[in-house]
């Protein structure tokens, strides 16, 4: 039995969440459909079709089309799929069949005749698969043919009559009928096909009658002029077992082929069989010998493999291997970690340079799909050996905007609003997650007293600017080249990108999300998620390699995140208010005025020893 496989199938093995979603480490056997037809052109091999959607449940069979139910084994590693003993695999699929068999499920389900076992090893990095299949076929009965295979031209008188009869009854049937296996009943030189089941029952009744004859059916997948195809054992074997009262059966091996758009029939085969050397006390009590591992195309017991990497979209080829990695920490290390949430959020990165190319390359590595880039300046020749998504060419003719070099060189690379921060100081970096507040609602702020000791919960927590008293201005206006750039020492940035990254992923994996309560303590007791608590911020220092995760309130007078910052209602007129005085924002949220109480503030020391005039 040889057999096409669709490439498809092999996608879904992959792609379809098989091995890298559902069976991960697991070596379980799958139940999978196959089909079959006798329909192939004479001259080739028997084929078994396992198509791309062969995990899903039994779909309704084509006309032509007979169900095959298979097993799939797919092996963790190559080492396990080659030492595996091949005869307990071939034993334990025949052993559920012998049970079918033993029990009459295989009355009610004939396509379980047509069992096969399909194991595999895929391996997921090169796109190379490895696969043996067997097709479980019992030696028992030893049937003795009374005489050779006959054709129908050769078995029947009325050859034209009988096969257009044959094939309009065995088209008509309804659509939950197994056309793999089934009884037939010839009277008046009219073929009628009924379910495989009812066969006992019509052999009984034909008994009486002189002019009817009931024959077994199989719809034969062999192309051999002389040969029926393997499904034809099984069903001996199981009318030897079942319908122990009978030593004698016709069995059609039903063949269709098609010639100027007629069916034609012809070639089929009809095969008489005795089973009078099997008497009854020769019926086995244990399952028989079974054979059945089909040969490699170098005519060989062995394995076959597809090399598929050249044949898939290379794109997809990328979206596969990104997600490779992140679904192997499924197996053993986070079992609840929810990639499609990572995968689903957009994130809009502030800053294209050194700290904004080192962060969006980390997100990329968690499957981000969506990244929004947004910076004015363009690359300049300092910037290819510090910002690893630029290169030399992006520096020539003026250089190009940042935010388009650097999307363009993550498409290279990989073809509610949650705000984290990053900042860098020449041996130091600071990664924040701001509080989240829900809108339209309001944050009363704790008194002093009242600050939760423990923890602080996530709409309470504070922002980047909640510990400034000065609201941000033009940072570099005034300042000597050294202070405009970012100078730092050159591992600072990957240290912030990916804690900055790592941040992200824990929030998205906390059952909370932004809301998730921040420990004000370094073991403090606060609810978790799947890759564990959630700080409020991480200070790092690189000269000591020292790592803090402080947390804080927000301040009701910050200049980013106070209710009087009413960017909401007003939008980009708030904005150009701002940008054209710096005293705007201090005014609005009231650090001026918490200035002019700090200056009116006198301090004054008296001495005991000191006259007053």
């Given at each position: 039995m040889c057999f096409a496989r669709c490439v498809l199938h092999w996608n879904n093995v992959n792609k379809e969440t098989l091995e890298l979603d559902v069976l991960q480490l697991s070596e379980q056997a799958v139940p999978v459909m196959?089909?079959?037809?006798?329909?192939?052109?004479?001259?080739?091999?028997?084929?078994?079709?396992?198509?791309?959607?062969?995990?899903?449940?039994?779909?309704?069979?084509?006309r032509w089309s007979c169900h095959a139910t298979g097993t799939l084994i797919n092996t963790n590693t190559i080492e396990e799929f080659r030492n595996r003993s091949k005869q307990d695999l071939l034993k334990g699929s025949a052993t559920t069949l012998w049970e079918a068999i033993t029990s009459g499920q295989a009355l009610q389900d004939p396509s379980v005749l047509a069992s096969f076992l399909m194991f595999t090893f895929a391996d997921l990095k090169k796109y190379h698969f490895y696969y043996w299949f067997a097709f479980p076929a019992f030696t028992y009965p030893k049937a003795m043919h009374k005489k050779p295979p006959q054709s129908f031209t050769d078995a029947l008188t009325q050859k034209e009559v009988h096969i257009e009869s044959l094939l309009a009854?065995?088209?008509?049937?309804?659509?939950?009928?197994?056309?793999?296996?089934?009884?037939?009943?010839?009277?008046?030189?009219?073929?009628?096909?009924?379910?495989?089941?009812?066969?006992p029952k019509l052999r009984t009744a034909a008994d009486s009658k002189s002019n009817q004859e009931v024959y077994l059916g199989i719809s034969d997948p062999s192309t051999l002029p002389s040969n029926p195809g393997w499904t034809l054992r099984n069903l001996l074997t199981l009318v030897a077992i079942r319908s122990k009262q009978w030593q004698s059966y016709?069995?059609?091996?039903?063949?269709?082929?098609?010639?100027?758009?007629?069916?034609?029939?012809?070639?089929?085969?009809?095969?008489?069989?005795?089973?009078?050397?099997?008497?009854?006390?020769?019926i086995p009590s244990e399952m028989p010998p079974c054979l059945g591992w089909e040969k490699n195309e170098r005519g060989k017991m062995g394995p076959r493999m597809v090399n598929l990497s050249a044949n898939m979209d290379p794109t997809r080829l990328a979206e596969s291997a990104v997600d490779l990695n992140l679904k192997l920490m499924r197996w053993r290390v986070a079992p609840q970690l929810n990639l499609g949430v990572v995968q689903q959020t957009h994130c809009l990165l502030l800053g294209a340079g050194t700290l904004g190319c080192a962060v969006a390359r980390c997100l990329m590595g968690w499957g981000v799909r969506h990244i929004t880039l947004v910076d004015s300046a363009k690359v300049s020749y300092s910037n290819p050996v510090r910002q690893n998504l630029f290169t030399f060419s992006d520096c020539q003719s003026g250089g190009r905007h940042k935010?388009?070099?650097?999307?363009e060189a993550l498409l290279q690379i990989f073809p509610k609003m949650l705000v984290l921060t990053a900042a860098l100081g020449f041996d130091s970096f600071l990664v924040m997650r701001h509080g989240i507040r829900e809108v339209g609602t309001e944050v009363s702020l704790p008194s002093t007293t009242a600050i939760p000791r423990n923890s602080i919960p996530g709409k309470m927590l504070g922002c980047y600017f909640c510990n400034d008293v000065v609201a941000p201005g033009n940072?570099?206006?005034?300042?000597?080249?050294?202070q405009q750039c970012t100078v730092t020492r050159p591992g600072v940035s990957y240290l912030a990108a990916g804690h900055v990254t790592e941040l992200l992923a824990a929030i998205l994996q906390h059952p909370d999300k932004g809301l998730a309560e921040a420990s004000v303590k370094e073991q403090g007791n606060v609810k978790e998620g799947v890759l564990g608590p959630v700080p409020h911020s991480l200070r790092g220092f690189l000269g000591r390699h020292q790592?803090?995760?402080?947390?804080?309130?927000?301040?009701?007078?910050?200049s980013g995140c106070c209710r009087e910052a009413t960017y909401m209602e007003e939008g980009f007129e708030f904005l150009l208010k701002v940008f054209n005085s710096t005293a705007y924002l201090e005014e609005v949220s009231g650090l001026s005025r918490l200035h002019h109480c700090v200056d009116d503030s006198q301090v004054w020391e008296l001495s005991d020893e000191e006259d007053m005039e």
């Open positions: 196959g089909s079959y037809t006798n329909t192939d052109t004479p001259g080739l091999p028997p084929r078994l079709y396992v198509e791309y959607d062969a995990l899903e449940r039994r779909k309704t069979a084509s009854s065995y088209t008509s049937q309804e659509v939950d009928f197994n056309q793999g296996f089934f009884s037939i009943t010839k009277s008046d030189e009219e073929f009628t096909v009924h379910p495989l089941r009812d066969y016709k069995v059609v091996c039903l063949r269709v082929r098609t010639r100027n758009g007629v069916q034609d029939a012809s070639h089929s085969l009809v095969v008489e069989v005795d089973l009078s050397e099997e008497p009854e006390s020769l935010a388009v070099a650097a999307a940072s570099t206006h005034d300042r000597t080249l050294d790592l803090l995760t402080p947390a804080s309130t927000s301040f009701d007078q910050c």
